[in-house]
């Protein structure tokens, strides 16, 4: 059995922007251009379940979702490896993962999906 990941789905507003990528600090006079419409939302949240992910939490700006190590590798075209050391004892997910090369957002996805994200454990010193 392949390890459950977690990633962010940074999703595109009306006009194709997304927030990993704004022309223009994002500031709460500019922040309501970069909120997704809810019709957006719930097309990429089916999307992403049909094609074997769980949807784990919705926000205006993205989805987080978890799955398979290897439906991740499939779905974007990628390698994920663990991060050295990245075992986290205060959770059930255990390893964290990034990807070894920039994800690749399938044609089914592409217009609604800016980017994936994996989440990087904070450190503390």
Do not use: C, N, W
Not at 5 to 11: D, E, F, P, W, Y
Not at 18 to 41: A, L, M
Not at 59 to 66: A, C, F, K, R, T
Not at 74 to 79: K, R
Request: charged share 30%; hydrophobic share 35%; proline share 6%.
């Amino acid at each position: 059995m392949s390890d459950d990941v977690v990633a962010q789905v940074i999703l595109r507003s009306a006009d194709g922007s997304s927030v990993s990528d704004p022309d223009e600090p994002i500031t709460s006079e500019t922040v309501d251009s970069h909120r997704v419409e809810s019709h957006v939302i719930e097309r990429a949240k089916e999307a992403l379940r049909d094609l074997g992910f769980e949807v784990v939490q919705a926000s205006e700006v993205g989805l987080s979702i978890s799955g398979d190590k290897e439906r991740f590798e499939e779905v974007f075209d990628t390698t994920l490896k663990a991060r050295p050391g990245s075992t986290d004892a205060d959770t059930s997910r255990g390893q964290v993962y990034e990807a070894t090369a920039p994800v690749q957002i399938p044609e089914e996805l592409s217009s609604l999906v800016d980017d994936v994200a994996f989440p990087v454990s904070p450190e503390f010193h």
